[in-house]
C-alpha cells in the first residue's frame, strides 16, 4: 500500500489553478437543476414493475412474473427450456427464505449439478461457473428505468462470476427492491459511504445479456458475458 | 418603429437585391427604415481565423455605428450572431466600457426574420411566390442563434408556395467562412452531400436566410451544371406576382 | 501507439480518408444511427437542457477542486489496500507499470477497453518486457489482429472497417473459416478469448470515473469483457486520466447517466460496472492486488487557461457522432487517436502544438458538436481561440494569410476604404467573369480555392451602399 509523487502532482495542479493546494474542506456545492428527483417520482411499484418489462423487451431480456411458492416451478421451466444441467447460483440467504433449498437438493438428487457459490471454496467456485450453463443471483436494487439488476457482491458467497461466467443469466427480483433509476441506487450507496460502512468490492448494474455494436453498429447479443438474461420479479417478495 | 439596417458585406456586394427586398418588406410592415453608411463589415472572418486584436478595432467601429440606432436588423443569422457575440472580445477588466455598449448593441440586433416575428408580431407579409422549395437552415442562426421557427412560420405563408423538407438539414453545408477556401477538399464533401440532399427533395427552388451558405452551394451546383433557382428569404418575401425582375434592371 | 497516428501530415491524410469509400459508407451510416439513437435517449428523458447543465455544474465543480477530490482518491484507495502512483507524464505511467509487471513475473495480461492506456502506449511498454498485452474489446481485438490497425473513434474504434474487412481479418490471421455474420464473428471471438481470462496473471482496464468518496471506479461497457477483466486476474491495474472523476456516487449517476444516453444512445449500457479493490477476493473471485495510475501528460496545462473545459468531457463522443468534418474524412484523418472536435481540441495540449496546428481549422464551426456535448464544453468556441493562440500567442499562420486579414480588418475599420474596395470588386473580377452567366469559373489570388470546386457570382454592378445613396439623393433631387 503505497501512494507515489501525490505532493508534487496534487501542488502543480493547484499552482496552474492559481491557488494554494486544497487537502480538505471542499464542498460539494448546491447544483441549481435535479432533474433526475423529479423522474417517476408518483411511480407505484406495479408502475415500475410495468415500466421494467416494457424495458425488458428493449434490452433483450426474458421477463417473467411468478411468486414465492411457484418460483421453483418456474425455474425447472426455464431450465428445461434451456436443456440446462449445470446450474450455479449465488450463495445468499434469500435461496432459504424463498424456499429453494428443497428444490435444489431435489434437482441434484436427478441429474442436476448445482454449485452454491462460497467464497471459501476457493477456485473450485470459478471452474464450476465457467462450465455452468446457468447462473442465478438475486437482485438487491432494481433499476425500473434501464431494466438494471444491481448486485451488491460484498462477501461470501455473492461471486462475481456467477451473472458472468455461465451462457444464461438469470435474476431472480424481489418486488420490494424496486426503485426508478440509478439515481436512488446511487443515493443508497452514497449513504452507506456516508456511514462509514464498508462498500461491497465489486457492485454490478447488469442490465440485459452482454452484447456489442462494434461491427457496422449491427446489435450482436452475447459477447463475452451470458448470451441470453431472464429476469423473474417475484411479486410476493 | 425605426429600424437601421445592417447589410452586411456580402451582401452589399453580392447581393444587393437581398438587401433592397429587405428594406421594401421593413418599409411595407410600417418601419422607417435607415441605412447608417459608415458601416463595414460584422468581423467574423477576422474573428473566426483567430485575429481577435484586429476583430476588436473593427467590432469598436461597428458598435459606434450603431450606437444611435433603435433597432438593428440583419438578412443574415451569422453576421448577427458575431455582433452577439461582440462583448466577449471586451472581457477584460479594463474594457468594461466597451463591454457594456457591445452588450447593449446585442440587445438591439436581430436577424432578419426573427425581427419581423418576434418584434412586429407579423407571419403573413402578404408575399406570392409559385413553386416548390426546400430550406437550407443556416447553422449559426438555428444552432447558435436558436431562430428556428421565424423562417418556416413565414415561408408558410407565402401564397403558392408549397415546402418540402430537407433531409440532413442538420448538417453544415460546408461554408464555414474561411474554412471553403482553407480546407477545399473536405467542404467540397460536404457541400456535395448537401446539394445531394437538396436534389433529392426534388424542389425547383432553394431558399436560404443566409447569402454565404446559399452562394456556396449554388456556386457548387452552378458547377455541377445545376441551375436550379436560389433565393433568399427576403427575397421570397417580397416577392409579388409578375415582379420577377432582376437586381439589373431595376 | 501513443496519441499520434500515422506518419503523414494533416492535408495527404484528408484525402486518404475522402479516397476511403468503404470507410465513408461505414462513418455515415453510424452517425447517422448513433443520431437518431440518441436523440431518442435524450427525449425519453425529457429536460435534457437540465441535465447538461447538471453534467455541465458537476464536471466544472471537480475540476476546479481536482487536487482536492484527487488527494481524496488516493487516501480511500490507500486505505482499502491499493496502490495508487501519480504520472506526470507517459514515461511515468510505462515504467510504473512495467515495474509492477516485472514484480508479479506476468507474462500474459489481458486489457479492456481504455483511450489513456493507447494514449502512454502501453502496450508496447509491456510487450518490450515480454508482457504480452490482449486487448479483450471486440472492436479493440479487431485492430490488433489486424497488425495494430488505429482507433478511429474512441467509442467505436473500428468503425471504419465493414464486417467483410473484419472477416478478411480473421481469416488471414486466426484462420477463421465462418461467415461475416456479425454475430458468428463475435461467437468466433468470444472462443478464442475466454480461456486467456482465465490464464492472465495481470488485468488492465482504464475507467470511465472515479468516485472520489469511496476510492470506487466506474466502468461503463457492453460486452463483459471488462467484466472477466476486473474479476479473474490476480492483479489489477486500473489507469485514468486525472480528470475522469466525480466527487461522489449522486454525482456518478448523473455523468453515467449522461454518458450512456450521448454515447449509445442506451439508458444504462448493459454492464456498469463498481468496484472497490482490491477487495482481498472476499468474494472467491476479483483480484488481490490493485495498482491505480493516474495520468496528466499534458492536461494540467489545461488548468487555468480558457481551455480548462476540455477537462469536463467525459468521451462520449456525441460531438463526434454529429461532426460533418469527421463524416466526410473518418477518423484517421485527424492523426490523432482523440479525432474529431474533441480531438481537434484536446490533441493540441497532449502532443506538440505545432504538428496538430491544423486539427483547430478542421471546422466549418457550424456548432453541431456544442449543441450535442452532454456537459456543454463550448467546442467550437474553443476551436476559434485555439485559433487566436495560433495567430498570436504561438505566431504559427501561415504569412498570405496574415497578409489578407491585415489588409481586410484595415479596410474594414475605415469605412471610406471599405466601400472603395467594394465598388472595386466588379472591375477586379471583370476579366475572369464569364459574360454569358455572370459567374467566375477560375478566379485569382484568394478567390482561386474557392473556384476550384465552386463558381462565384460576379459582384453586382451597384453595391447596396450605391444603390441607397444614389436612392437618397434622388428623392432629394425629386423634393426640390
Known amino acids: ?237 | 418603429m425605426k429600424v437601421s439596417i445592417f447589410i452586411t458585406c456580402i451582401v452589399d456586394v453580392m447581393y444587393p437585391k437581398v438587401g433592397k427586398d429587405m428594406m421594401e418588406i421593413l418599409q411595407r410592415l410600417g418601419c422607417e427604415v435607415d441605412f447608417p453608411a459608415a458601416q463595414t463589415c460584422c468581423g467574423q472572418p477576422a474573428f473566426n481565423s483567430g485575429y481577435h486584436k484586429d476583430t476588436k478595432d473593427l467590432a469598436k467601429h461597428m458598435i459606434q455605428v450603431f450606437e444611435d440606432s433603435d433597432y438593428v436588423v440583419a438578412p443574415s443569422g451569422s453576421c448577427t450572431l458575431m455582433v452577439h457575440d461582440y462583448h466577449n472580445l471586451f472581457s477584460a477588466p479594463e474594457d468594461e466600457e466597451w463591454r457594456e455598449k457591445a452588450k447593449r448593441l446585442a440587445e438591439k440586433t436581430y436577424e432578419l426574420t426573427q425581427f419581423i416575428v418576434d418584434i412586429l408580431g407579423v407571419e403573413d407579409v402578404g408575399a406570392e411566390l409559385h413553386g416548390t422549395a426546400t430550406m437550407h437552415r443556416s447553422c449559426h442562426m438555428t444552432r447558435l442563434l436558436n431562430i428556428k421557427e421565424p423562417p418556416t412560420k413565414l415561408l408558410s405563408h407565402v401564397k403558392g408556395l408549397e415546402m418540402v423538407p430537407l433531409p440532413h438539414n442538420y448538417d453544415c453545408c460546408g461554408f464555414g467562412g474561411t474554412f471553403s477556401v482553407k480546407m477545399v477538399p473536405i467542404s467540397e464533401q460536404m457541400v456535395d452531400e448537401k446539394v445531394h440532399h437538396i436534389e433529392g427533395t426534388g424542389a425547383n427552388l432553394l431558399i436560404g436566410a443566409d447569402c454565404s451558405c446559399l452562394m456556396n452551394i449554388q456556386g457548387r451546383m452552378s458547377r455541377l451544371g445545376n441551375q436550379m433557382r436560389v433565393m433568399h428569404i427576403a427575397e421570397v418575401l417580397n416577392h409579388r406576382e409578375g415582379s420577377d425582375q432582376t437586381w439589373e434592371s431595376k | 501507439m501513443g496519441i499520434k497516428i500515422g506518419e503523414k501530415s494533416f492535408f495527404p491524410r484528408v484525402e486518404e480518408g475522402i479516397k476511403d469509400e468503404g470507410m465513408r459508407k461505414a462513418v455515415r451510416s453510424a452517425q447517422d444511427r448513433l443520431r437518431s439513437m440518441k436523440l431518442r435517449a435524450t427525449d425519453e428523458l425529457g429536460h435534457w437542457e437540465d441535465w447538461r447543465l447538471l453534467g455541465e455544474q458537476i464536471r466544472k465543480h471537480t475540476v476546479e477542486n481536482l487536487d482536492y477530490y484527487l488527494y481524496q482518491l488516493s487516501e480511500n484507495i490507500e486505505k482499502n489496500g491499493g496502490h495508487v502512483f501519480f504520472a506526470k507524464t507517459a514515461k511515468e505511467a510505462r515504467e510504473y507499470v512495467q515495474k509492477v509487471v516485472q514484480q508479479k513475473k506476468a507474462t500474459k495480461a489481458v486489457k479492456s477497453k481504455s483511450m489513456v492506456t493507447e494514449e502512454i502506449s502501453l502496450n508496447n511498454a509491456l510487450n518490450e518486457i515480454g508482457c504480452e498485452v490482449l486487448e479483450t474489446d471486440l472492436a479493440e481485438f479487431i485492430l490488433q489482429t489486424d497488425d495494430h490497425d488505429e482507433p478511429s473513434h474512441i467509442v467505436v474504434p473500428c468503425l471504419h472497417k465493414d464486417r467483410e474487412k473484419i472477416r478478411q481479418v480473421f481469416k488471414e490471421k486466426l484462420g477463421y473459416e465462418g461467415t461475416s455474420k456479425p454475430e458468428e464473428m463475435a461467437g468466433f471471438v468470444r472462443e478464442q478469448l475466454r480461456h486467456k481470462f482465465f490464464e492472465a496473471d495481470i488485468g488492465i482496464t482504464g475507467c470511465n470515473f472515479a468516485v472520489a468518496e469511496s476510492g470506487s471506479f466506474a466502468i461503463v461497457a457492453n460486452e463483459g469483457n471488462e467484466r472477466l477483466t476486473t474479476t479473474l486476474p490476480k492483479t489489477l491495474i486500473t489507469v485514468m486520466g486525472m480528470e475522469r472523476i466525480v466527487p461522489t456516487w449522486e454525482e456518478l449517476d448523473i455523468v453515467v447517466s449522461l454518458l450512456c444516453r450521448s454515447a449509445v444512445g442506451q439508458k444504462l449500457t448493459s454492464y456498469i460496472t463498481l468496484f472497490t479493490e482490491p477487495g482481498g477476493r472476499s468474494t472467491g473471485d476479483g483480484p488481490e492486488e490493485f495498482h491505480l495510475v493516474i495520468v496528466d501528460n499534458g492536461r494540467s496545462n489545461m488548468l487555468g487557461t480558457e481551455f480548462q473545459s476540455t477537462l469536463h468531457c467525459i468521451r462520449c463522443a456525441s460531438c463526434i457522432n454529429v461532426c460533418p468534418i469527421y463524416r466526410h474524412i473518418g477518423g484517421h484523418a485527424y492523426g490523432s487517436i482523440y479525432p474529431g472536435p474533441i480531438g481537434a481540441v484536446l490533441t493540441p495540449w497532449l502532443a506538440d502544438y505545432k504538428e496538430y496546428k491544423d486539427l483547430p481549422y478542421a471546422s466549418s464551426l457550424c456548432g453541431a458538436c456544442t449543441e450535442a456535448c452532454p456537459v456543454k464544453i463550448p467546442l467550437h468556441e474553443l476551436l476559434i481561440k485555439h485559433r487566436r493562440k495560433i495567430v498570436e500567442d504561438e505566431n504559427l499562420a501561415p504569412f498570405p494569410e496574415k497578409m489578407a486579414m491585415m489588409a481586410f480588418t484595415v479596410a474594414a475599420k475605415s469605412p471610406k476604404m471599405f466601400q472603395y474596395g467594394s465598388k472595386l470588386a466588379p472591375t477586379l473580377l471583370f476579366p475572369f467573369t464569364n459574360k454569358q452567366d455572370h459567374t467566375i469559373h477560375e478566379g485569382p489570388g484568394p478567390i482561386k480555392p474557392w473556384t476550384e470546386i465552386r463558381d462565384l457570382p460576379a459582384p453586382a454592378k451597384e453595391t447596396f451602399h450605391k444603390w441607397y445613396q444614389r436612392q437618397q439623393e434622388e428623392r432629394t433631387n425629386g423634393d426640390l
Open chain 1, 1 to 237: 500500500m503505497a501512494i507515489y509523487n501525490r505532493e508534487e502532482f496534487l501542488s502543480r495542479i493547484a499552482e496552474k489553478l492559481g491557488r494554494e493546494q486544497k487537502i480538505e474542506s471542499v464542498n460539494r456545492p448546491t447544483w441549481t437543476t435535479a432533474p433526475h428527483l423529479e423522474l417517476y417520482r408518483d411511480f407505484s411499484k406495479d408502475d415500475l414493475v410495468n415500466m421494467f418489462e416494457t424495458q425488458c423487451d428493449v434490452i433483450h431480456t426474458h421477463f417473467k412474473q411468478t411468486s414465492v411458492a411457484e418460483l421453483p416451478h418456474l425455474l425447472r421451466e426455464c431450465f428445461d427450456e434451456l436443456n440446462a444441467q449445470k446450474v450455479v447460483i449465488a450463495g445468499d440467504p434469500r435461496i432459504e427464505e424463498y424456499g429453494l433449498n428443497r428444490f435444489f437438493t431435489k434437482l441434484t438428487e436427478s441429474d442436476f449439478y448445482v454449485h452454491t457459490w462460497e467464497a471459501d471454496k476457493g477456485d473450485e467456485n470459478i471452474e464450476f461457473a465457467a462450465n455452468a450453463d446457468v447462473g442465478i443471483t438475486f437482485s438487491d436494487i432494481t433499476l425500473a428505468e434501464s431494466g438494471t439488476v444491481v448486485l451488491l457482491n460484498d462477501s461470501g458467497g455473492k461471486g462475481r462470476s456467477v451473472s458472468l461466467l455461465p451462457r444464461t443469466y438469470i435474476a431472480i427480483i424481489p418486488k420490494s427492491s424496486f426503485v426508478p433509476r440509478m439515481t436512488q441506487a446511487m443515493q443508497q450507496i452514497h449513504i452507506r459511504v456516508n456511514e462509514g460502512k464498508l462498500l461491497p468490492s465489486c457492485i454490478n448494474l447488469i442490465s440485459g445479456p452482454s452484447n456489442s455494436a462494434d461491427i457496422e453498429m449491427n446489435l450482436i447479443v452475447g459477447v463475452h458475458g451470458p448470451v441470453r438474461a431472464t429476469y423473474i420479479v417475484v411479486s410476493d417478495k
